[in-house]
């Protein structure tokens, strides 16, 4: 019997109990790419292994994160060794794989770039940043991503067969109504690859991730960069997976590792059930609409 009869059986299961498992991997990325992409592979086998169908990376996974690591480590996609990769981790673990972000070079212009894999090594997706990250908090943190990179101007969405997953890049999260689009287009999922910092992470990393699940009554994961206490730029880590009750079921600390939990759309239903707000909204004084642009 061949291993595809197995994938499939595998599936056909999945669909009947209505759960999968995600992980969220905490990566420590350096400045070597290749030993980058080396420890995320043995992370995703790690977390294929344990029965992970759904994986997610860290932003900008292959590199520092940090204005000035943008264009040496930018690739194009999907030609770049970054891509091949992660397409290579997809296939071999026979997953559906978001990778993150990585720098992308796109002509004259550089994006904050997700690429999303399926199980075959096909790649199904890709998200650019849509909010860059320009904040200033004095005598903290400046940082201005608008110096070195260009915005996405699309919505990220993949069907898979457990349920629609949305895509967006840590400083999306902050804006409700991106996900509330989200929400509205049958995703289940919300999945955010980000690094937020030691200032902005102790007080709003973990009440977002929740904020939104609750907001959307959805699954949301938030997978961070391992802490390097070291570098340029300090990542708050605690990847986060948060059930439509705002619970988080799933989490790490800050070093290197994995959150992972299972994804149970059952509850996601008793839980719009119990508190039915898509059906309690006041179209008639407010709505949430999508604006269509050209394609990133």
């Not at 999907?78 to 891509?83: D, F, L, R, T, Y």
């Not at 794989?97 to 199980?119: F, H, K, Q, R, V």
């Not at 839980?271 to 990133?296: A, C, G, H, W």
């Amino acid at each position: 019997v061949s291993f595809c009869s197995f994938y499939s059986q595998d599936i056909f299961l999945l669909k009947k109990m209505n759960s999968f498992r995600f992980a969220a991997i905490q990566l420590a990325s350096g400045a070597d790419k290749a030993l980058n992409l080396q420890r995320a592979a043995n992370l995703v086998a790690r977390a294929a292994s344990d029965g992970a169908k759904v994986v997610s990376l860290p932003e900008c996974f292959n590199s520092p994160y940090g204005a000035e690591y943008f264009k040496p480590y930018a690739e194009k996609i999907p030609e770049g060794e970054s891509c091949r990769s992660l397409a290579k981790m997809a296939q071999e673990n026979k997953i559906y794989l978001i990778g993150g972000s990585i720098p992308e070079a796109d002509g004259d212009n550089l994006y904050n770039t997700c690429t999303i894999w399926g199980p075959n090594g096909d790649l199904i997706g890709k998200h650019r940043k849509v909010h860059l990250f320009d904040i200033d908090v004095p005598g903290k943190i400046r940082f201005q991503e608008s110096e070195t990179l260009s915005p996405g101007s699309s919505y990220t969405t993949i069907d898979t067969p457990f349920c629609k997953i949305g895509v967006a890049i840590c400083y999306d999260l902050r804006f409700a109504e991106m996900a509330k689009v989200y929400a509205q287009k049958g995703c289940k999922v919300l999945v955010y690859p980000g690094a937020f910092n030691m200032t902005t992470g102790p007080p709003h990393w973990e009440l977002l991730l929740r904020a939104r699940a609750v907001d959307n009554q959805v699954y949301v994961v938030g997978a961070s960069p391992a802490r390097c206490p070291t570098a340029h730029y300090v990542a708050w880590g605690h990847s986060a997976i948060v059930n439509p009750w705002g619970t988080i079921i799933a989490e790490t600390d800050e070093k290197e590792g994995i959150a992972q939990a299972d994804i149970d759309l059952n509850f996601l239903e008793d839980v719009r059930n119990q508190i039915p707000i898509s059906k309690q909204k006041r179209l008639d004084m407010y709505e949430t609409v999508e604006k269509f642009k050209k394609s990133s």
